[in-house]
């Protein structure tokens, strides 16, 4: 199994590449709130832009308010690249894609296995070849020496390491991603925001 590296990662450019250098036909499981929002926003961007096929599958409903906000508000970014986008409950995913079928699923939603084993679970069913996970840094214990890599210790009572564990055991091609907090365009915390923009300032002032 392959496991995506730690925080340190982050800096490096964003590269998405499914499994093997066919294009594929990939499932977003993607958040409604939050920076993994964000995150699943931009895989998608990526995704598509490589030659893979994409469909993003929100948490909710089309026309609630959340979807007013980026990075939903851009979603026309996707389909206008070719990305597919609908909305539904990750427990009963079939249903929600429709009984559409994929090579690879990148699960940014769930925080714990409750949230992840329905949609692993389908995904083993139906065939799917890869199942990618974003995760989060927050998982890896503190340290005196960051940034975090591969391989550093973890809480092991953390719900996003037994989604890793348990997608380790059923899919012989996966990857688990730990990112940190989310800035930048399309983010919709005003709280990170103004974070990095108070430092930015400070550095400059």
């Not at 499981?29 to 994409?54: C, P, Q």
Request: aromatic fraction near 10%.
């Amino acid at each position: 199994a392959r496991r995506g590296r730690g925080a340190r990662a982050a800096a490096s450019p964003v590269r998405a590449q499914a499994a093997g250098a066919a294009k594929k036909n990939v499932l977003v499981v993607n958040t409604n709130s939050g920076g993994h929002a964000v995150i699943g926003f931009y895989f998608a961007k990526a995704l598509l832009a490589a030659g893979h096929a994409v469909t993003v599958l929100t948490v909710g409903d089309e026309g609630s308010d959340k979807m007013k906000k980026p990075p939903f508000s851009r979603f026309s970014e996707l389909t206008s690249a070719g990305a597919k986008t609908v909305w539904g409950d990750p427990a009963d995913v079939g249903a929600a894609v429709g009984g559409a079928s994929f090579d690879v699923v990148l699960e940014n939603n769930g925080k714990d296995l409750d949230a992840v084993k329905p949609v692993a679970d389908w995904a083993k069913s139906a065939g799917v070849g890869q199942f990618l996970f974003i995760s989060s840094a927050g998982i890896y214990l503190q340290t005196d020496e960051p940034p975090h890599v591969e391989g550093d210790a973890v809480k092991e009572s953390a719900g996003h390491v037994g989604v890793e564990k348990y997608i380790a055991a059923e899919f012989g091609s996966w990857a688990s991603f730990r990112p940190q907090y989310m800035t930048g365009s399309g983010n919709n915390k005003d709280c990170e925001e103004w974070f990095f923009d108070s430092k930015k300032k400070s550095l400059t002032n």
